[in-house]
């Protein structure tokens, strides 16, 4: 008798054990992935960036050190303004948080005007070490069609703005809501 049980015991275990590779495949069902171009325009008559607070050793540092930067930038869905269409805005803050690096402690919410996702925001927090090819930031929440979202945004800078003033980072953003 305690061969069959036994069985059963091991069938049953066997039946309800999730596999990682079902339980990876599992964590990605209702993922929503899209592209944003984020423009920080910190020149010209019209600047989307304005640096609010600093230190006042910021502007001795060499990563700006103590710097804080509120932000109101469009985002878009092409990598220029031009050539893509506005369908929201990033608006927070980004604070210069490491004294050896560009690492930025970025504080946002993508707020969604036009398209898909208009009405809605995601919030994002996280390091962002600007010389990196690609960060990883977490999105904390949101509104709207994002109501408790999950994820994480991975930034991409398309150009610098060490000419024009204007950075363009390609943001993926990858969503649970």
């Known amino acids: 008798m305690a061969k069959p049980l036994l069985l059963f015991a091991a069938a049953a275990v066997a039946l309800t054990s999730t596999p990682p590779a ?13 592209k944003l171009y984020f423009h920080d325009i910190v020149g010209g008559t019209s600047p989307t960036a304005i640096r609010i607070a600093q230190a006042a050793s910021s502007n001795s540092s060499s990563t700006f050190f103590g710097a804080v930067v509120a932000i109101d ?17 990033a608006q ?6 490491d004294q050896k690096t560009f690492g930025l402690l970025m504080v946002m919410n993508f707020v969604f005007t036009a398209g898909d996702h208009n009405g809605s925001s995601l919030a994002i ?18 509104s709207g069609k994002f109501r408790m979202a999950k ?27």
């Open 92 to 97: 927070g803050t980004y604070t210069f948080a």
């Open 22 to 34: 079902t339980a990876a495949a599992a964590d990605d069902a209702g993922l929503t992935t899209f």
């Open 73 to 89: 930038d469009p985002l878009t869905t092409g990598p220029t303004r031009a050539a893509g269409t506005e369908v929201g805005r």
């Open 125 to 142: 927090m996280g390091r962002n070490e600007v010389l990196d090819d690609v960060r990883e930031m977490a999105i904390v929440g949101g």
């Open 151 to 177: 994820g994480f945004v991975q930034a991409h800078t398309i150009d610098s703005g060490a000419t024009s003033g204007e950075t363009v980072v390609q943001y993926t953003v990858s969503v649970k809501a």
